[in-house]
T-cell receptor, first 117, second 114 residues
Framework: NAGVTQTPKFRVLKTGQSMTLLCAQD?????MYWYRQDPGMGLRLIHY???????AKGEVPDGYNVSRLKKQNFLLGLESAAPSQTSVYFC????????????????FGPGTRLTVL | AQTVTQSQPEMSVQEAETVTLSCTYD???????LFWYKQPPSRQMILVIR??????QNATENRFSVNFQKAAKSFSLKISDSQLGDTAMYFC???????????FGTGTRLTIIP
């Protein structure tokens, strides 16, 4: 049981280049999330998905796209990277939000450090 | 909208002492969940403790306990007998019942001094 994994762990891009971050979870979770973490700003939600084939915008979605073609995978794409997208990116997953008393805490991947020059 | 505020950017304490990290929040929901996550230098986010708002009893997990004051919208984390391995960033987070999104505070960097 690997939990939540992210690929790659580190990446350096030049301005204007594109890339895709892959998140995979083996816990059969319905919900998946992409966050970015910047110094002094905590974790901010970029996009999320409540199920296969569905995605929604979070707090800071501009410049990113996502896809959830399979339940276990959630992809984050940068079409034209900018220096402002230099950050640490975290993926997380949780089970279906349901009854009271069920915490549905989010489980996090190890993060991807992205630098855009 | 919901907000989480951590007003202590950095703290330090001697090993074996007790330290309390503060967190205040705001939400319009009547039931919600509160969490403390730890992020050590490895960067991995680790759930430390959790509390459901309608439960009056404060949650405890070994050396970690919370002081949940619902009326004051306060959710502080107490670490007893602090250890070097407690050195980390600590994030307070809030999720409304039925809400799939988690709102984080900006974090408190805690350093345990040998």
């Amino acid at each position: 049981n690997a939990g939540v994994t992210q690929t790659p762990k580190f990446r350096v891009l030049k301005t204007g280049q594109s890339m895709t971050l892959l998140c995979a979870q083996d816990m059969n979770h319905e919900y998946m999330y992409w966050y970015r973490q910047d110094p002094g700003m905590g974790l901010r939600l970029i996009h999320y998905s409540v199920g296969e084939g569905t995605t929604a915008k979070g707090e800071v979605p501009d410049g990113y796209n996502v896809s959830r073609l399979k339940k276990q995978n959630f992809l984050l794409g940068l079409e034209s990277a900018a220096p402002s997208q230099t950050s640490v990116y975290f993926c997380a997953s949780s089970s279906h939000i349901g009854l009271a008393g069920v915490y549905n805490e989010q489980f996090f991947g190890p993060g991807t450090r992205l630098t855009v020059l | 909208a919901q907000t989480v505020t951590q007003s202590q950017p950095e703290m330090s304490v001697q090993e074996a002492e007790t330290v309390t990290l503060s967190c205040t929040y705001d939400t319009s929901e009547s039931n919600y969940y509160l969490f403390w996550y730890k992020q050590p230098p490895s960067r991995q986010m680790i759930l430390v403790i959790r509390q459901e708002a309608y439960k009056q009893q404060n949650a405890t997990e070994n050396r970690f306990s919370v002081n949940f004051q619902k009326a004051a919208k306060s959710f502080s984390l107490k670490i007893s007998d602090s250890q070097l391995g407690d050195t980390a960033m600590y994030f307070c987070a809030l999720r409304g019942f039925g809400n799939e999104k988690l709102t984080f505070g900006t974090g408190t960097r805690l350093t345990i001094i040998p």
